[in-house]
């Protein structure tokens, strides 16, 4: 719903707002610019002394005004010829031109109405109540995905558009509410909807009938600083019945001409003073510095406009198109998708059409939409929900859990919950598993057992359809294809081959870092940001279906580079192992959050066996900062498989390791890398009550192994394996 | 233009033999191009002790603003009864206003005088920039403005 409110309007707007934003910035240059050229006067300096100063000097004069910028403004009548110039108050003298500047007056009209007079200012009106509703509703939404109020200015983290676009809203979301609150409230002034006209005094019904008081010695220009006037108007010249009119920022005021007394004062109201204050805040006028600020911040609107489009265009695209969805009142089946990236929605559609195919009304929608009230001819509810970073709801799928806690569970609709997500997550599909614990305890009746799709796994996901299809009494054969995110060419620089003396022949792989275009980085194409323990994508020659490998650079190291193992009839990782420098391959870059090493100090242990050696590698390159960090590194052999050999001698001696541990299998005493584990017990459990993480990769059988080392080694800490997951400390990547 | 008419006759207490000779008369004000946005305009008339009598037109639809007419306002407090259906847009720079309207004959050539206050925003105000007599000789005579009024005139 928030996003609904912040997209359309977003999308509406967006030309206006530009238009808006960006003469609203170049306006707010004036008022710093009189600040700046205007001559001030002294403090100190009275009305009084002022009109005499300019008296000197113009005898005629009939108006003294000072703007906001302090700049003063005479106006004379000299032999029926009006004059008018900025006066220096030290002097009285004009010394500038007061003609009103003509861009800013015409940047005025288009920046309140487009030069549409009250249609105009109606439509920007409108602009304004655009941004002040994309301002709060951005406020919430940079909540949600930070993950909460506390952490609204921490790092986030996606595409180069969707992060510089809430850069630019942290920069300028303050100053963007300010302008458009004070901009409905001005339109609002402008079309009288407020109370707050300045209502000058009833002209005094008598006056003296003299004239000639010199203007020195009235008490009330002679007690009021130039600072406080707005406008000194002079009585007609031979008019006995005329008075002086002082209008300062507290209120308006008549005076006699022949006694110098104040004839009649009226204060501004509350409501004008409101006003008054408003128009300064919008404008800059008597704020210039808060002005220029604002003015900064406006041009932050066409960069969020850009960005904002582009999210929403790659956000778009990311979503399938769901061919022939059934209205959900018509619906047999009703399947609800809370996805992060859409992919879930490449399986929902999968779904739909394998479903539609067998004559069933099937309506996809997000979960957010649910509404069991809408599904009248619902027979079933099937829920793919993915997960969102730790655990988290998706953002289609936050609501749901209240909605779901507010519907009457119905006994002939019965329920099916598949999750989504990746097993090297601490929180493996946690959010679908919450969806299925709430439907159980609310007692909706259950289609299915709960089933999980690891990492977009085809064959979890036919395995699921085929028990969706046998609760529904059909052939159900879900064959999905996943989409392939866009792979890109990457040419091979250097290569470096292992393990063919222990028939195990790997290779690391180091290939150019292809350059992106502005657009790339925009729309999170190309290969966008990695780091070591990322994962890539390779989509060998004659398949459509990527392998994935351990990252062992990111972006800053200049270089994309995997460790790479030959399988016996392995499709991909023999065509890698058959390149040679200048080669190519179709690549991907696929983000893995979950196995980083966090930004602490704590000390690092790093548990890996062959190729798993690549991402822990690529940490330990990356530990410029001095973190202690442990190694332990299962390998056959020391003379032919001790991949990276070198560079850690390096990277030890210049304070990137602290220690390596290698366990060593062909040997007389062979030893795996849990058992170099268990040999040095003591320290590990040190490590650990220090507050140490610990990161593994490698194969499966490897991490079992390890686990289980580490269950006895952490046993009389009264520690476990899983506690320290719960506690994001243990993290694998496990192949 | 009947209400106007209503109006004058009701503040000025002209009779109805008066009213029976009325006539159709042509106000047309020009604009200098001083270059600002619209100018507010106030056209009334005053008697010969330089009293108001009635208003004749207000170009200029906000009433927050007639204050800067500010010899209009003066006399009439502001009070919006005083243009209600004689109120038109304010007048361009380098625009001019027509406006025909029946006036009663009792008002040429007997002491009345046809003002024309003129404001517009950010610029100096200008009450009663205009100040003519109301004569038949008068009658398509341009006069001269200070400020925003390059030329004004009636005809019959």
């Known amino acids: 719903m928030t996003r609904a409110l912040h997209r359309w309007p977003g999308l509406l707007a967006a030309l206006l707002l530009m238009t808006l934003a960006l003469s609203g910035a170049a306006l707010s240059i004036f008022p710093a610019a009189y600040r700046v050229a205007a001559p001030q006067a002294a403090s100190g300096l009275t009305v009084a002394t002022l009109a005499q100063r300019i008296e000197a000097v113009y005898p005629t004069v009939g108006q003294i005004r000072r703007a906001p910028s302090g700049e003063i403004t005479a106006y004379w009548f000299d032999n029926g010829v009006p004059g008018a110039a900025v006066i220096d108050p030290t002097t009285g003298q004009g010394v500038a031109n007061s003609d009103p500047n003509q861009i800013e007056r015409w940047l005025t009209e288009f920046h309140r109405s487009l030069f549409l007079g009250d249609n105009g200012r109606i439509v920007m009106a409108v602009g304004a109540g655009a941004m002040l509703i994309l301002a709060v509703s951005g406020i919430f939404l940079v909540a949600r995905r930070t993950g909460g109020w506390r952490r609204w200015f921490s790092r986030v983290r996606g595409p180069m558009s969707g992060r510089l676009h809430v850069e630019f809203a942290r920069i300028a979301v303050a100053g963007l509410m300010l302008s458009s609150v004070t901009a409905l409230w001005m339109t609002a002034s402008t079309f009288s909807l407020l109370p707050d006209e300045a209502m000058p005094p009833n002209f005094p019904s008598q006056v003296s009938g003299e004239t000639g008081f010199a203007m020195a010695d009235v008490p009330t220009l002679a007690s009021t600083p130039v600072s406080a006037l707005r406008n000194l108007t002079y009585p007609y010249p031979d008019d006995a019945t005329d008075v002086v009119t002082i209008e300062t920022d507290t209120g308006t005021g008549y005076i006699d001409q022949g006694t110098g007394e104040m004839l009649a004062w009226a204060d501004l109201s509350g409501w004008a003073r409101v006003s008054e204050t408003i128009y300064m805040l919008h404008t800059g006028q008597g704020a210039a510095l808060l002005g220029v600020i604002l003015g900064l911040m406006a041009l932050c609107v066409p960069l969020m406009a850009v960005t904002g489009t582009i999210v929403w265009l790659v956000g778009r695209r990311g979503r399938p198109r769901i061919r022939g969805n059934v209205a959900a009142g018509r619906a047999e089946t009703v399947v609800l998708v809370g996805s992060e990236g859409g992919t879930t929605w490449g399986f929902a559609a999968t779904l739909h059409a394998e479903l539609t195919k067998t004559g069933q009304a099937v309506r996809v929608e997000p979960m957010s939409s649910f509404n069991p009230a809408r599904y009248s001819h619902a027979k079933r509810l099937i829920v793919m929900a993915a997960t969102y970073g730790d655990g988290d709801a998706p953002a289609s799928a936050k609501s749901f859990l209240d909605r779901l806690e507010q519907a009457q569970p119905a006994p002939g609709l019965p329920l099916s919950v598949l999750g989504f997500g990746d097993r090297s997550f601490a929180h493996y599909c946690a959010f679908a598993e919450q969806v299925q614990t709430r439907a159980e305890a609310l007692g909706w009746h259950q289609l299915t057992d709960f089933d999980t799709v690891d990492r977009q796994s085809p064959q979890d996901f036919a395995r699921w359809g085929r028990a969706l299809g046998q609760a529904m009494g059909l052939d159900l054969e879900l064959t999905h294809q996943p989409v392939v995110p866009a792979s890109q060419d990457i040419t091979l620089v250097s290569r470096r081959d292992y393990g063919a003396e222990v028939q195990s022949p790997t290779a690391i792989l180091r290939f150019a870092l292809p350059r992106r275009s502005l657009w790339q980085r925009l729309t999170g194409r190309g290969l966008g940001r990695f780091a070591a323990g990322d994962i890539l994508g390779v989509v060998p020659e004659g398949s459509t279906l990527p392998r994935f490998y351990s990252l062992a650079s990111g972006r800053r190291d200049g270089f994309v580079e995997i460790a790479v193992k030959k399988h016996p009839g392995g499709l991909c990782s023999g065509q890698l192992m058959a390149l040679e420098p200048g080669d190519t391959v179709h690549a991907f870059v696929r983000r893995n959050p979950g196995f980083r090493p966090d930004r602490s100090k704590a000390p690092l242990i790093l548990i890996g066996a062959g190729t798993g050696i690549g991402p822990l590698a690529g940490f330990v390159r990356g530990n410029t900062r001095g973190r202690p960090v442990h190694l332990f590194f299962g390998m056959r052999h020391p003379d032919s498989d001790f991949l990276y050999g070198e560079d850690l001698t390096g990277w030890k001696q210049d304070g990137h390791l602290t220690r390596m541990v290698t366990a060593v299998s062909r040997s007389q005493a062979p030893s795996y890398v849990q058992d170099a584990l268990r040999t040095e017990a003591t320290d590990v459990a040190r490590l650990i009550r220090q507050g140490a993480r610990i990161m593994v990769c490698g194969g499966r059988g490897m991490a079992e192994g390890v686990s289980e080392a580490l269950a006895d080694i952490l046993a009389p800490a009264g520690l476990t394996p899983a506690s320290l997951k719960a506690q994001g400390r243990y993290v694998e990547d496990v192949y | ?156």
């Open chain 2, 1 to 156: 233009m009947k209400p106007l008419l209503a109006t004058l006759a009701v503040t000025t207490a002209l009779t109805a033999p008066g009213l029976a000779s009325a006539r159709p008369v042509t106000l047309t004000t020009n604009l200098n191009n001083y270059g600002g946005p619209g100018a507010y305009l106030a056209l009334y008339v005053t008697d010969s002790g330089g009293n108001y009598v009635g208003s004749l037109w207000m170009a200029g639809g906000r009433s927050r603003y007639y204050r800067h007419l500010s010899d209009w306002y003066r006399f009439t407090g502001g009070n919006t009864a005083e243009v209600n259906g004689i109120t038109g847009a304010s007048v361009g720079s380098g625009r001019s206003l027509t406006v025909s309207l029946d006036l009663s004959d009792a008002l040429f050539d007997a002491g009345y005088s046809l003002h024309i206050d003129a404001a517009v925003e950010n610029y100096r105000e200008s009450p009663s920039e205009i100040v003519v007599p109301l004569t038949t000789a008068g009658a398509g005579t341009p006069v001269r403005g200070r400020r925003y009024i390059a030329a004004f005139d009636y005809s019959f």
